[in-house]
């Protein structure tokens, strides 16, 4: 699981950490810094799956461009950025550090500095022993290669003693290159392995309801805007899909005024390879009727869009979705953060969620307190922070005088964020 993600000269923030539990919620006002945080993870979602670096933030053909594009992908004057995170190993006591360092023009993005960090716990130990598994050098700046250093199994320890060299191209992330040394030791390959597939897990979620009401084709992987559902729910196997829709149907019952019996999918059309979404409603004691996604609401269709994303993704996976309870009634807040925390835990997926909504930060209640992180902008210097709601000084007394959705609303979160940081 990624635990960790640190921002440095990404966008709007200077130096600032994010930490990731099963299930985070980013809070803050407009313009704090929400938006540009999760880009920082879909940027590292695209680059590891072999995207080119300046493609990534500028787009492409089959791409949009980040928020901003490459212009504003550095915080103003810096021509550079660096992303650095923790992520767990496959083995109980390590875990592994990466760190990511571009350069950026308006034509180019390129590694400045890669490195990859093997990180072992002891029994009982917190400080770990630190082994490097692969780091660059810049040496020719002109040069479309950059020197790579890593372990070998051999006994030499190679130029400059920091391991063998491979010059690798910087215009990609010298993990996805990996596979091309041939000589590496065994722990570079399983840890660069292991750091992209935390990577490819992370899925930037923003279902839009209207893309969702038509037909769509079979899939075997949700869109980004939850367009294709129905082409993935009837995509699984006939087992696995009456699986998913069992559990589709008993997280979305509670949802509407009317009682939702089934939800389900189905193939139409000739041939059978488009999809629709349907649901059968109605009230207690009264007759039901079938409707199908053009008839749902948007709440509904976001929730569904939700729980889906959790049903199908792969276990390990990090689920990211942009103000989460978008279209939700404030009386269903409870509802959304109970699904959240239970099926994120049953299906081992992670989930990072920002809202504006205090109601749902009341239905997340004192118990998330630890998991709440608050973005919020330096009056004097304009950049973004990030800081955990624990670690408020004041916090004691601001949940004296009121619930986390009252404070949230009421701004007084960010004023004391203002007094601990002397403004």
Known sequence: MLKELRLRNWKSFADATLYIDPLTILIGSNASGKSNALDALLFLSRVSRGVSLFSAIAGDLNLPALRGGIEWVCRKPEKRFSLTLVVSGERENEEYRYHLGIQVNATKAEVQEEELIWLQYGPGSQT????????????????????????????????????????????????????????????????????????????????????????????????????????????????????????????????????????WTEL??????????????????????????????????????????????????????????????????????????????????????????????DAAGLAMVPFITVAHRDDTTGFSGLTPLEEIEQLPKLIAGGSLGTLSSKGRIEAALKQDHGQ
Request: net charge negative.
């Open 128 to 263: 770990a022993k630190e082994m490097s598994l692969l780091q660059t050098r810049i040496e020719e700046a002109s040069s479309p290669a950059i020197p790579t250093y890593y372990r070998t199994d051999t006994q030499g320890t190679g130029a400059k003693g920091w391991g063998q060299r491979a010059d690798l191209a910087r215009t990609q992330l010298i993990l996805t290159q990996t596979e091309t040394i041939h000589n590496a030791n065994r722990e570079v390959q399983r840890g660069a392995q292991q750091v992209l597939r935390q990577l490819q897990g992370i899925f930037v979620f923003d279902p839009i309801p209207s893309h969702m009401r038509d037909y769509s084709p079979l899939a075997d992987k949700l869109s980004t805007d939850g367009s294709n559902i129905a082409g993935v729910l009837a995509g699984l196997d006939a087992e696995r899909k009456l699986v998913v829709e069992a559990a589709l149907t008993q997280y979305l019952k509670a949802l509407p005024e009317r009682d939702i019996k089934r939800i």
């Open 268 to 361: 139409v059309g000739k041939f059978g390879t488009d999809a629709m979404l349907y649901c059968e409603e109605g009230w207690d004691g009264q007759p039901t009727h079938e409707v199908d996604a053009r008839g749902m609401s948007d709440g509904t269709l976001r929730y569904v869009a939700i729980v889906t994303a959790l049903l199908t993704r792969e276990p390990g996976s990090l689920l990211v979705i942009e103000e989460v309870d978008n279209g939700l009634h404030p009386s269903r807040a409870h509802l959304l953060v109970s699904m959240l925390q239970t099926l994120g835990k049953e299906r081992g997926i992670d989930v990072l969620a920002t809202t504006h909504n205090p109601a749902l930060l």
